[in-house]
Every structure is written in C-alpha cells, then in structure tokens.
C-alpha cells in the first residue's frame, strides 16, 4: 500500500500522464548480480593415522529364562476370580446400604 504524506490529492498520484507527455525513461538493463555465497571454506585433511576414539562394545545380552505359560494362566484364573469375588461382595453390600436407605425413607 502507497501512502503519501502532503502534497496533492490522493486521486491526482494516480492519474495517468497528460496526453502528448513523453513517456518516462526505460530503466538500464540490469546486470547480473555476482553470486553472494562463495562457497565452504577449504578445509585440511586430518592428520595421517589420526582415528576417532574406540568405544569397548558390551557383551551380547544373556538369554532370558524361559515363562512358564500354565503358571502364568493359572494365576491370571486366580487373579480374576478375586476380583470377581471382591466385586460380588461390593455389590451386595452396596444393595443392603440401598435397600436399608429406602427402608428408611418409607418409614
């Protein structure tokens, strides 16, 4: 956006050129502007026989003991008939309390 501080109307900057004026001046040609990036800078070889430092590589990890699938289900059939059991007891116990609310409520 083209703003103008003073001088004549916004309309006047505007305005084409009366007729028989001379058209403005062609700019110059421009010429082709020299590369700005001139490259990495060079850089020297490391020095012969130089290496990186040698890290000890770890042993190979030991194998891991064989899992005892039947036990492992066994114990998850345990596991989930505890919970089942817990979950019973909650829920009557939580229909007693209800039941015994209301009783009370009626009376």
Known sequence: MT???GGP???????RPADGTAPPPAPPPAEPAAPAY???PPSAPPPRGWRPPVVV?????????RQDNAGIDSAERSARTLT???GMIAAAVLVVVICLLCSRALF
């Open 9 to 15: 109307a916004d309309d006047e900057f505007w305005r």
């Open 38 to 40: 001139p490259g990495p």
């Open 57 to 65: 590589q770890p042993p190979t990890p030991r194998a891991l003991p």
């Open 3 to 5: 703003t103008r501080n």
């Open 84 to 86: 089942y059991g817990i």
